[in-house]
C-alpha cells in the first residue's frame, strides 16, 4: 500500500503522518509531497526518513491512496492529474467540497455513499466535521429543522504562522502577522474572507457542508465563526431546533452511544468540553446539554474537538480506512 500525502510538511500534513502512524494504516510506502521549495527535505515516518518529492514525481510512483492537505488552488490543479492516473486522492481543502460530482464525507454519517469510481474524496470543513458528528444521531431521531451556531476556533486552524503570532505576543516578540488584528488577548470575529451578504466563507462553508453531508438541503443553517487565542481544539455553541420533541435523558443516551462521540455533561461536577481536554484526541466532545427555554423543541449543546486531527487529518485517514475496509482501493 503506497500512499502520498501532499502537503506533508505542513501543519496538516504532519498531522496526517502522525495519525497514520498511530492507527497503524498498512502504508509500505510513503511518498511525502510538497512544493518544489521543500523538494528533497527529509521527514520521518515509523522512525525511516523518506525524502519529500514533487506532484509528477509522485504520480509516477502510483500510490493507492493520495491524502492531499495543500491548499485549493493545488488541489484544483492537481487531484485531477492523481485520479487520471487512478489514484484515489482524499483531499482537505475546500477546492471539491461543494462540487455536486464528489463526495464530502465524515465516515461516521456517510461514508456508505463511496464506491470505487469515487476517485477526489473531499474532507469537509474542521469546524463542519465536529458538529454533524454530533448532530447527525439526534437528526436521525428528531429531524432538525435550523441550527444557529457560533464557534470558538483555535488558531492552529489557520497554521504555523498564527500560531507563532500568538505565541510571539505573549512574549512579547514583534513578528510576522497571520491575523489583521493580534490574536492574544483578542477574539477576531472574521474567519476567511466576507462574502456578498455579510458571512465570512467559513460562515457559508459550515451552512452548506452541513446540508450536503447529511443529505438534507431543508436544514437551515446560520453561522458566526470566530478566531480565539487558544491551541488544542475548535468549540461551537450550537443552538438546534428539532421537527420532534425530545427528551434530555434520551438525547445524553443517544449521544453516549454515538460512534466518535464522548459525552461530558456533568455541570453539578463542572464537567464539560474544553480545547486542552481535546488535544491529540481523535473523539468529538460533547456538553452543556440543555433546553432553549425561548422556544419549543430546541436544545442548546456544546462541542469540542481537536481541529487538525478529527477536524482535518484523522477524518481524512479513517475515509482511507473506511475504503480499505469495503476493497474500494
Not at 510538511?9 to 495519525?19: D, E, N
Not at 516578540?173 to 483578542?186: F, T
Amino acid at each position: 500500500m503506497k500512499v502520498a500525502v501532499v502537503g506533508a510538511t505542513g501543519l496538516v500534513g504532519t498531522k496526517m503522518l502522525q495519525v497514520l502512524e498511530e492507527r497503524n494504516f498498512p502504508v509500505t510506502e510513503l511518498i511525502p509531497v510538497a512544493s518544489e521549495k521543500s523538494v528533497g527535505k527529509e521527514v520521518t515516518f515509523k522512525g525511516v526518513s523518506y525524502k519529500v518529492v514533487g506532484m509528477q514525481t509522485a504520480i509516477d510512483m502510483k500510490p493507492a491512496v493520495a491524502l492531499f492537505s495543500a491548499g485549493g488552488s493545488t488541489s484544483t490543479e492537481w487531484a485531477p492529474a492523481f485520479a487520471a492516473a487512478g489514484i484515489t486522492v482524499i483531499d482537505n481543502s475546500s477546492a471539491w467540497r461543494m462540487d455536486p460530482t464528489k463526495k464530502l464525507v465524515v465516515p461516521e454519517i456517510n461514508a456508505d455513499a463511496l464506491t470505487a469510481e469515487d476517485k477526489i474524496i473531499a474532507n469537509p470543513n474542521c469546524s463542519t466535521i465536529q458538529m454533524v458528528v454530533a448532530l447527525a444521531p439526534l437528526h436521525n431521531r428528531y429531524k432538525a429543522k435550523r441550527i444557529v451556531v457560533s464557534t470558538y476556533q483555535s488558531v492552529t486552524g489557520t497554521g504555523v504562522k498564527a500560531v507563532n503570532q500568538l505565541m510571539n505576543e505573549r512574549k512579547g516578540v514583534k513578528g510576522e502577522m497571520a491575523y489583521a488584528y493580534p490574536i492574544d488577548l483578542n477574539v477576531i470575529p472574521q474567519i476567511d474572507v466576507f462574502m456578498d451578504n455579510g458571512y465570512t466563507k467559513e460562515e457559508m462553508k459550515m451552512v452548506n457542508e452541513t446540508k450536503k453531508i447529511m443529505r438534507d438541503d431543508s436544514i437551515r443553517v446560520t453561522a458566526t465563526t470566530v478566531r480565539i487565542p487558544v491551541m488544542g481544539g475548535h468549540s461551537e455553541s450550537v443552538n438546534i431546533e428539532f421537527e420532534e420533541e425530545f427528551d434530555l435523558d434520551e438525547v445524553r443516551k443517544i449521544l453516549a452511544a454515538a460512534p466518535g462521540v464522548v459525552l461530558v455533561d456533568e455541570p453539578s461536577t463542572q464537567q464539560y468540553p474544553m480545547p486542552k481536554d481535546a488535544h491529540e484526541r481523535d473523539e468529538v466532545f460533547v456538553g452543556r446539554l440543555r433546553r432553549d427555554e425561548t422556544q419549543p423543541k430546541t436544545l442548546n449543546m456544546w462541542i469540542v474537538s481537536d481541529n487538525l486531527r478529527k477536524g482535518a487529518a484523522t477524518n481524512a485517514v479513517q475515509i482511507g480506512e473506511y475504503l480499505l475496509g469495503k476493497g474500494l482501493i
